[in-house]
């Protein structure tokens, strides 16, 4: 008998939605990845403990139906936020900024999907080093982002699915050539204005905002859209019907400054309201006239402080500071652009 090891498994995905839930797509891509390998689990087991059989103890069990609840941890990327994300919040806008100049280079806007109910799936297949096993009907649950000094910055994507596990023969797609992001790309800016829109493909902050840069050691940013599977009555497959997300999404957001000055505890006694931009910039994109670079702008129109409250970091004071992210009017509650060469998510 020997050990088996996943050193050579790999991860692919499609990027387009699943033309009905649970029917597989086509993979068009793979990402490396960290954590727990995937597996269906049952969802709901039933037994004979309840009724009386004339024996002692059990003696029948049956496997109601099945569930898949798996993570993907990585480096994060503009690919790989940009994938995850859509499959969470839902809806995604795409153009072409230049496509004169850098044909190549598109631009993805992220935004939650406040009118289809109903999630999209995608399909994936997971090589774990054993046998290739593909699961339809994958759906996003949660992203989160977060980084620090010193570090790169990480992705944690938590997802389901229809429960059904399937042997497959696919090739591993291609790994996106995109660099990892890292601290030395993060930028943290409070306050300023929001102007134009995604529908436009000029949306800025502008203004006059703070940038607290240099002042960040981490930040950490959460979005859940309270997925609910449902196994629909009439369906015999013991695997989910459909999946939809719950009635609102959920959001966290905090961050910890080395303390400069009495700002954040002003702003928390105001109530005071800013745009929240964290503009993470990674290398040029070297294709056409290399304008653009590989990056990922998650914009928050309407943020208040929920707490600052003073900590200490060895001998250096710091804040460590908590936000509550408002659904502002016209630009929602959070915006997620992306610039890559991935021509769509979600198609």
Aim: proline residues 3%; glycine residues 10%; aromatic residues 8%.
């Amino acid at each position: 008998m020997t050990t088996k090891r996943i050193t050579t498994g790999w991860r692919g995905f499609s990027t387009a939605k699943e033309s009905a839930y649970g029917t597989p797509t086509a993979l068009a891509t793979a990402f490396n990845f960290e954590g727990p390998i995937t597996d269906v689990q049952p969802n709901e087991i039933q037994t004979d403990e309840n009724e009386i059989t004339g024996l002692n103890e059990l003696a029948m069990q049956e496997i109601l139906n099945w569930k898949l609840d798996g993570s993907h941890q990585q480096r994060a990327m503009p690919h790989n936020m940009a994938h995850f994300l859509s499959m969470v919040m839902g809806k995604v806008t795409t153009d072409q900024p230049d496509n004169t100049n850098d044909p190549t280079v598109y631009r993805h806007y992220i935004e939650r999907d406040l009118v289809n109910i109903v999630l999209p799936s995608l399909t994936m297949v997971e090589y774990d080093g054993i046998a290739a096993k593909r699961f339809s009907g994958l759906f996003g649950k949660s992203v989160k982002i977060s980084g620090e000094r010193g570090d790169f910055v990480k992705l944690e994507a938590q997802f389901g699915g229809m429960g059904k596990e399937e042997s497959n023969s696919d090739s591993k797609p291609t790994v996106a050539g995109e660099s990892y992001l890292r601290y030395g790309d993060v930028n943290f800016i409070r306050g300023g204005s929001l102007s134009g829109s995604v529908g436009s493909g000029d949306l800025a902050v502008g203004g006059s905002p703070t940038s607290l840069q240099g002042d960040l050691q981490s930040f950490e940013w959460t979005i859940d859209n309270q997925a609910q599977t449902i196994y629909e009555m009439g369906d015999s497959s013991s695997y989910v019907s459909r999946v939809e997300r719950g009635d609102k999404f959920n959001q966290s957001l905090s961050a910890v400054f080395e303390m400069q000055d009495d700002t954040h505890k002003t702003g928390l006694i105001n109530g005071s309201e800013y745009v929240m931009n964290i503009p993470i910039t990674g290398a040029v994109i070297a294709d056409g006239v290399g304008s653009y670079n590989f990056s990922c702008d998650i914009i928050f129109p309407k943020v208040v402080y929920k707490e600052a409250k003073k900590d200490r970091d060895g001998e250096i004071v710091t804040v460590n500071a908590e936000f509550q992210v408002l659904e502002d009017t016209t630009y929602g509650s959070v915006i997620v652009k992306i610039i890559n060469e991935q021509a769509a998510y979600l198609s």
